[in-house]
Nanobody, 121 residues
Framework: QVQLVESGGGLVQPGGSLRLSCAASGSFFSIADMGWFRQAPGKQRELVAVISSGGSTNYADSVKDRFTISRDNAKNTVYLQMNSLKPEDTAVYLC???????????????WGQGTQVTVSS
């Protein structure tokens, strides 16, 4: 069974920083893209940032120059460093990954359970 487990959420004041982590566990062959999505109350889920296995990154315009996604392939972990946080960044942040269970199977998409980020004074 493959699991994605997030950590690092919490309450922070505007202008502050948080670092989210997401570790993949279980039995699998490889991980392709890893990313972070977020969902605020009453809003659709949106992509925040994604990173390929080779390190290529893409960001939502709303977080460019403030958030940085990175990964440690040896630890099967993806990170999201969030700086200059704004109240509109408040949301549940969900980890997402494309994982191949065996060398001969196709990749499947997995989600973490989510971690709450609240930006408020």
């Amino acid at each position: 069974q493959v699991q994605l487990v997030e950590s690092g959420g919490g309450l922070v004041q505007p202008g502050g920083s948080l670092r989210l982590s997401c570790a993949a566990s279980g039995s699998f062959f490889s991980i392709a893209d890893m990313g972070w999505f977020r969902q605020a109350p009453g809003k659709q889920r949106e992509l925040v940032a994604v990173i390929s296995s080779g390190g290529s990154t893409n960001y939502a315009d709303s977080v460019k120059d403030r958030f940085t996604i990175s990964r440690d392939n040896a630890k099967n972990t993806v990170y999201l460093q969030m700086n200059s946080l704004k109240p509109e960044d408040t949301a549940v942040y969900l980890c997402n990954a494309d994982i191949r269970r065996r060398s001969y199977t196709r990749t499947l998409n997995y989600w973490g359970q989510g971690t709450q980020v609240t930006v408020s004074s």
